[in-house]
């Protein structure tokens, strides 16, 4: 991997952080994939939120800060319709926004145990 791209990765990570804290998302796991070969991006940025109007309003928060910020749009963002679960693409950088019963049954840091996991403080 070339350092622009760690780079640009690591801005976009960044941005996407400070999305989720704004509207108070907790739990932040940042999983570095890019040492696994299977990996489908290099990083995964996952958190919890208390209900579908939370994880709704987190998402909404993450795409502002990335796009006022990091000048980035999503390729594709699923799951508004129910905001259990809404994944937002950046092909980089995927972003898993959960309801806390939805992120403990799919259990994604198990998933991808042989990522580098940094756990972000909660701001609250």
Partial sequence: ????????????????????????????????????????????????????VHVEAIADSVEEYVRINANEKPLHVEGKQNASWILIDYFDVVVHLFQRNTREFYNLEALWSDAKRTEIPNLF
């Fill in 1 to 52: 991997m070339t350092k622009s791209i760690e780079t640009g990765s690591q801005t976009l990570v960044n941005e996407v952080i400070k999305g989720i804290q704004e509207k108070k998302g907790s739990d932040i796991t940042v999983l570095d994939l890019t040492d696994i070969d299977s990996s489908i991006s290099n990083f995964f940025v996952i958190c919890a939120g208390d209900s579908n």
